[in-house]
């Protein structure tokens, strides 16, 4: 989410910055604060260029914005990169072997099963960890009324023993968060 809103946030300075640019070396007269005065205007000028050299503290300044800048950016690109969902789990058949299951398809599972239960509307399964010892990250949307400690109880007695089960593994820890459905105040007569 947070990538998202950077980036869009970045691409929009950018794109308002170029259009403005754009804007003003086509003939529109620039406003009389603007960086631009018009058509034969540069970005900058040699005055500005060299404004801050002969300074002591000036090339130092530049390095260290522009290392924090590749930092920053090298520290997004992990993040971009970094898996956060579960590809595969490693299936135990009983013969040596073993398969591969997509970690998808064992997410899709759970979360039918899990919203199945008495008292889930809705439910939101991400598998994380390794391929031998996955972990679930588990959202349940719970109806108005129902008991959380026996929807807890449900989750893990049925579903999450089911999917550990069939995986053939020997645990499969879950970090469960409930949230109660929003509803109107109901009129007691």
Known sequence: MVNRVLLGIVGLGLVVLGGSVLAVGLGV???SWWIH???????????ERTRWRDHGWWWPMVIAV????????????VAVLRRRRLAEVLVDTGDGEGALLRGRALEGVL?????????V?????VLTGGRSAPEARVQ??????????????????????HARDSA???ALPAEVRLRGVKHRAQRVS
Request: glycine residues 10%.
């Open 29 to 31: 007269n620039p406003p």
């Open 37 to 47: 005065n018009g058509q034969h205007d540069v970005l900058l000028g040699r005055a």
């Open 66 to 77: 522009l290392a924090i800048l590749v930092l920053l950016s090298l520290w997004w690109l």
């Open 111 to 119: 979360a039918g099963e899990a919203t199945q239960l008495d008292g």
């Open 121 to 125: 509307e809705q439910a939101q399964i």
């Open 140 to 161: 349940l949307l719970l109806e108005p009324h129902v008991d959380p400690g026996q929807a807890l109880h449900l989750l893990t007695a049925e579903a999450l023993a």
């Open 168 to 170: 053939g593994l020997a």
